[in-house]
């Protein structure tokens, strides 16, 4: 079955920079969109970016276009969210998903898997 493991959260103060891994297990994810989502406390879950796994289709949220990057690593099978300038607003649960198209939707219902979520905390 399909496993995503997150990881690269922790507490970073505000215009510091982290990085998120994504480790996909479980299929070969060619044909497959990964996104990345966040969730804050009392807040719904919201799209951050995504790419297709071949690499065509990139989107990100307007709240961190210019900021935050996803690459892929084909060979480790691992998906990337390099956050820069990071605010205390960007401060949230971190979620990697996938779906079976190379389409990137920016919804959660239309994605079939989900990691448990790494914290990312910016103090100002």
């Known amino acids: 079955q399909v496993q995503l493991v997150e990881s690269g959260g922790g507490l970073v103060q505000a215009g510091g920079s982290l990085r998120l891994s994504c480790a996909a297990s479980g299929r070969t994810f060619s044909s497959y969109a990964m996104g990345w989502f966040r969730q804050a406390p009392g807040k719904e879950r919201e799209f951050v970016g995504g790419?297709?796994?071949?690499?065509?289709?990139?989107r990100y949220a307007d709240s961190v276009k210019g900021r935050f990057t996803i690459a892929r690593d084909n060979a480790k099978n691992t998906v990337y969210l390099q956050m820069n300038s990071l605010k205390p607003e960007d401060t949230a649960v971190y979620y990697c998903?996938?779906?079976?198209?190379?389409?990137?939707?920016?919804?959660?219902?239309?994605?079939?898997?989900w990691g448990q979520g790494t914290q990312v905390t910016v103090s100002s």
């Open positions: 998903a996938a779906r079976q198209s190379i389409v990137v939707l920016t919804t959660t219902r239309n994605y079939d898997y």
């Open positions: 790419m297709s796994w071949s690499g065509g289709n990139t």
